[in-house]
């Protein structure tokens, strides 16, 4: 069985920005890959290693009558999953470029979840529950999820071999562990990543609903 693994770190700090590194290795295929999180708020003046994996979503906001809500601009549901396009996304204080830039995403693909709409902006938050303001281009109906931790358990996400409910386990990923979303049928999600391939219970991955279906 391979286990994959994750291990947080400093990249890079400088003067009200942080960039913080997750390095992702694999034992038995040894390989790394780092990648840069989420820029530090100006008001925290510090550094800080931690990837906090603890915030878990809603299934999503229900309108008049138990409909679901859409966004004023898109039509498309209101909040949902998106992705970064970009391997350096500003965020800002309010939707316009006017607001000034509270942090940095340095890492294309990183999901997020967009909680409101203004002309061409988005209000998006990350797995941390922070929001602010995105431009509309910076961001991807592509839908990807990173492992999270059990709040009760240390016990690492199993990898199964296919959405069978008896399949067998190839692998166990840590948090913090990225890749991408190819279906969910509300109990497991088809999860892809360098070097792995495969299945994961839906509720061990930040970037997807509860009992939420993708084709």
Not at 70 to 90: A, E, I, W, Y
């Amino acid at each position: 069985m391979v286990l994959l693994y994750q291990m947080a770190g400093i990249t890079q700090c400088a003067t009200g920005l942080r960039i913080v590194g997750i390095a992702h290795m694999t034992i038995g295929l040894a390989f790394s890959a780092m990648f840069g999180i989420r820029g530090l708020r100006k008001a925290l003046g510090l550094c800080a290693a931690a990837l906090v994996l603890a915030f878990s979503p809603g299934q999503g906001a229900q309108g008049a009558g138990g409909e679901l809500a859409t966004g004023s601009q898109s039509g498309l549901p209101v909040p949902r999953f998106v992705s970064l396009k970009s391997d350096r996304v500003n965020v800002r204080g309010g939707p316009s470029k006017d607001h000034e830039v509270v942090w940095v995403f340095a890492r294309a693909g990183l999901p997020v979840e967009i909680t409101a709409e203004f002309e061409n902006w988005r209000r998006i938050r990350d797995w941390e529950g922070a929001e602010g303001w995105v431009y509309h281009s910076l961001l991807s109906g592509r839908r990807s999820a990173f492992v999270v931790k059990r709040k009760t358990s240390e016990e690492l996400a199993p990898l199964y071999e296919t959405a069978d409910p008896d399949s067998a386990v190839k692998a166990r990923l840590e948090p913090g562990v990225l890749g991408m979303i190819k279906r969910c049928s509300g109990a497991k999600c088809h999860f892809i990543g360098e070097h792995f391939n495969g299945y994961v219970p839906q509720d061990r991955l930040w970037g997807v609903y509860p009992g939420e279906k993708i084709d």
